[in-house]
């Protein structure tokens, strides 16, 4: 049997960690996929350097996590519908997840989490951010808590993706298609269990949530202004800075994520698989 060499070193206090010495393009012993397990669960989002996966490879480690979700609105990688491409051309100004979000919040049943894959990176710039969803539900003071207990919020694809949204009138729309489909609302707890820990996260964005059940539209955006700020303390975050074959695989659940926009002017070139989820209490 093999002894393994993975090692586990947090990126930042409040979430995030590179995991060194592995080649996810070799069938990983069992002892492996349990620390990449258990660090996944612990830091909710985790990095991997130096991974010049094959598609199918990618794919591959995506399915240990899950079975893959086909995403309808991105363009997908030729021949492999179940890879999206995250792509900024250099005479593009607008990127893919410029705002704090949650993939797939839209969906009943939600996402676990994606998979992402760096093939082309810019030398500077592109950095992804990452925010700690428990750690925005754990500091909020008690009464608060008390106020978020049995609230339900409202997530929709239809104002990002949909034949009415913003991206029509600009240059994503060479990268997005099938507005059509973009039908999806869901209803979900404002705070919910992790599935998997127990430990409750806070779980609405600024992207796709749109309104607290039963409240008004001004209601619900005077919360919003609140907890919005508040989940991105700078202690609940981190940043990772890619390089061709880094790989990053988030914890939808529990993790915020923003892709920033500051490379006009160079290509940005992305690989990333979602991952089914269940459904959210
Ligand atoms: C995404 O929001 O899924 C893309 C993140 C990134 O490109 O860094």
């Known amino acids: 049997m093999r002894n393994s060499s993975l090692d586990v070193k947090p990126l930042a206090g409040g979430l995030g960690a590179e995991i060194l010495g592995v080649d996810l393009r070799t069938d990983l012993p069992a002892e492996e996929w349990r620390t990449i397990d258990a660090a996944f669960a612990e830091h909710g989002v985790i990095f991997f350097r130096e991974q010049d ?45 410029e705002v704090w979000h949650t993939d797939h919040s839209y969906d009943e049943i939600p996402a676990l989490g994606s998979v992402l894959l760096a093939r082309e990176v810019p030398e500077v710039g592109g950095d992804t951010m990452f925010a700690n969803m428990y750690l925005a539900y754990e500091t909020l003071s008690d009464g608060y808590k008390r106020m978020l207990e049995g609230l339900r919020a409202v997530h929709s694809s239809r104002h990002i993706f949909g034949p009415n949204a913003a991206y029509h009138g600009n240059d994503l729309k060479d990268r997005l298609a099938n507005a059509s489909l973009a039908v999806q609302d869901a209803v979900h707890p404002v705070v919910i ?7 409750k996260a806070l779980y609405v964005n600024p992207n796709f949530t749109v309104g607290i059940e039963g409240w008004t539209a001004e209601e619900s955006r005077a919360l919003f202004d609140h907890l919005f700020r508040h989940a991105v303390r700078p202690e609940f975050t981190c940043r990772f800075r890619w390089r061709n074959g880094s790989i990053a695989i988030w914890d939808n659940r529990c993790t915020w994520h923003l892709a920033i926009n500051d490379y006009h002017g160079h290509r940005r070139l992305m690989h990333r698989i979602t991952i089914d989820g269940t459904r959210l209490h």
């Open 53 to 97: 996966l094959t598609p199918e490879q990618h794919i591959a480690f995506a399915g240990h996590f899950g079975p893959i979700n086909v995403n309808r609105f991105f363009t997908p990688v030729p021949g492999h519908p179940q890879i999206a491409e995250v792509r900024k051309e250099p005479h593009h100004r607008k990127n893919i997840g």
């Open 193 to 199: 269990a992790h599935p998997i820990t127990g430990r």
